[in-house]
């Protein structure tokens, strides 16, 4: 219980403040000791550090809040659209490239809302098996048929929708009224990038819709930040229905959805999330559209480009020092997100004590998140992360890595000296 639930005392930094507590009864209750252990922050999803004070964003969030209040105390139907709702739609249809967008006031009700309002009995809805649970919530809400294709493989994908559509419905066997594949751009637990141009050309293919969820991809990769299908060169037009958060690249709350101009209008009058939600709070709206502005360069300033290339420079970096070193770490390059396998569940403890001890904080993932034998911890890293910071990290989870025997495959001896050579310069660099 000690290694998952810690709360925290400050922002979501490069650096966290962590609240140190103890137990007399073997962990089944922790109280707080009032104080706390500052940590280097490898488990929040900051990506581009926005979830800190910004010299940019900080003082317009400030002003939205002293002019709207911290909510609308309404739902978007009713009084809770402001002009700051209204803005960030159309800023975020254009930066994905959509026609129209809307927005809700939190990430899982924005799957777990759309879908069941885009889809229902007589339609099929075929599902990555390894989509978030929001996802599963919308799908399993809508009253749907639902079936699954292996994680990330198209060729599977077509030889389940080429039967679905030859069998049609159970029973009747009449067409389907809709078909919609759902993927994700980045998955969170695997740190994998969609393969979206060859899914799309099978979507395209049997004619069926593509629904993507951008929830870790949409500011955190591509040249300008505009998610996976910039990075995969896949053309936006293609993809049916756009879904993103802005929780993790953005330093906010709250989701999108963005799509052509009837879909959204569609959406702004059945779905619940829209209808009966509270609106996203101001502030949080504010704090987007500054964000945005950064990664635009609308800020005047080049800090966003800079923030976009620091990201893709310190995943790539930090993936290959690990792999360096023998761990097994899931995902592809450009991934702000890297699981090290531990496998053994007794091994979470272990990891993320030793780990917490020498201040790195980290977020350990077990079952039922996972399945039972396929342990990870999850490391997130930000573009607030300094190459000093990484060095730090590298240098504990390589300490702590020995002492649990998580490196599964051995490093070769010249790969190691030369790892231990180049640290040791980069030391010198900075000191």
Same mark, same amino acid.
């Given at each position: 219980m000690d290694c998952f639930n810690r709360p925290i005392a400050s922002a979501p930094d490069a650096w966290i403040d962590v609240t140190e507590r103890y137990s007399n009864d073997n962990n089944k209750t922790l109280f707080r000791t009032g104080k706390t252990h500052k940590c280097l922050n490898l488990g929040s999803y900051n990506y581009l550090g926005f979830a800190s004070a910004d010299e940019y964003c900080t003082p317009r969030v400030i002003e939205?809040?002293?002019?709207? @209040?911290?909510? +609308?105390? #309404?739902? $978007?139907?009713?009084?809770?659209?402001?002009?700051? !709702?209204?803005?960030? %739609?159309?800023?975020? =249809? @254009?930066?994905?490239?959509?026609?129209?967008? +809307?927005?809700?006031?939190?990430?899982?009700? +924005?799957? #777990?809302?759309?879908? /069941?309002?885009?889809?229902?009995?007589? *339609?099929?809805?075929?599902?990555? @098996?390894?989509? !978030?649970?929001?996802?599963? =919530?919308g799908a399993r809400a809508s009253g749907s048929r639902i079936t699954v294709f292996?994680?990330? +493989?198209?060729?599977?994908?077509?030889?389940?929708?080429?039967e679905a559509i030859a069998e049609g419905q159970p029973r009747t066997h009449r067409p389907w009224k809709k078909i919609i594949v759902v993927v994700e751009g980045i998955y969170s637990m695997e740190g994998e990038l969609c393969k979206l141009p060859e899914i799309v050309a099978v979507c395209k293919k049997y004619k069926a819709y593509i629904y993507l969820d951008e929830a870790h991809s949409i500011g955190a990769v591509g040249k300008t930040g505009r998610g996976i299908c910039e990075l995969l060169g896949v053309d936006t037009s293609d993809i049916d229905i756009m879904m993103g958060t802005f929780t993790k690249s953005f330093g906010s709350c709250g989701g999108y959805i963005a799509g052509s101009k009837d879909l959204i209008k569609y959406l702004k009058a059945v779905s619940p999330g829209h209808l009966y939600a509270t609106a996203m709070s101001p502030p949080a709206v504010?704090?987007?559209? @500054?964000?945005?502005?950064?990664?635009?360069?609308?800020? *005047?300033?080049?800090?966003?480009?800079?923030?976009? =290339? $620091?990201?893709?420079?310190?995943?790539?970096?930090? $993936?290959?020092?690990?792999?360096?070193? *023998?761990? %097994?770490?899931?995902?592809? !390059?450009?991934?702000?997100?890297? /699981?090290?396998?531990?496998?053994?569940?007794?091994?979470? /403890?272990?990891?993320?004590r030793e780990c917490f001890k020498r201040n790195i904080a980290v977020v350990t993932v077990a079952f039922p998140a996972t399945p039972l034998l396929l342990s990870r911890a999850r490391i997130c890293l930000s573009a607030s992360h300094t190459k000093e910071d990484l060095l730090k990290a590298l240098e504990v989870i390589s300490e702590v890595g020995d002492m649990v025997h998580i490196k599964y495959f051995p490093r070769e001896p010249e790969k190691q000296l030369k790892e231990e050579q180049w640290q040791q310069n980069e030391r010198k660099k900075l000191s």
């Open positions: 939205s809040l002293k002019k709207f @209040s911290p909510s +609308t105390c #309404s739902s $978007r139907v009713d009084a809770g659209t402001t002009v700051l !709702h209204k803005e960030l %739609e159309e800023l975020v =249809a @254009s930066f994905v490239g959509k026609p129209a967008a +809307t927005v809700y006031g939190m990430g899982f009700a +924005t799957n #777990s809302t759309t879908l /069941p309002a885009l889809i229902g009995k007589g *339609g099929l809805i075929i599902s990555d @098996s390894l989509n !978030h649970s929001s996802i599963v =919530a292996q994680h990330n +493989t198209p060729s599977h994908l077509e030889e389940v929708l080429r504010q704090q987007v559209i @500054s964000a945005l502005n950064v990664i635009l360069g609308e800020d *005047g300033s080049n800090r966003g480009a800079q923030k976009l =290339a $620091r990201i893709r420079e310190n995943s790539n970096f930090f $993936r290959s020092e690990l792999q360096k070193m *023998g761990c %097994e770490v899931l995902g592809d !390059h450009d991934s702000p997100v890297m /699981p090290i396998m531990l496998y053994n569940p007794a091994k979470i /403890p272990a990891f993320s």
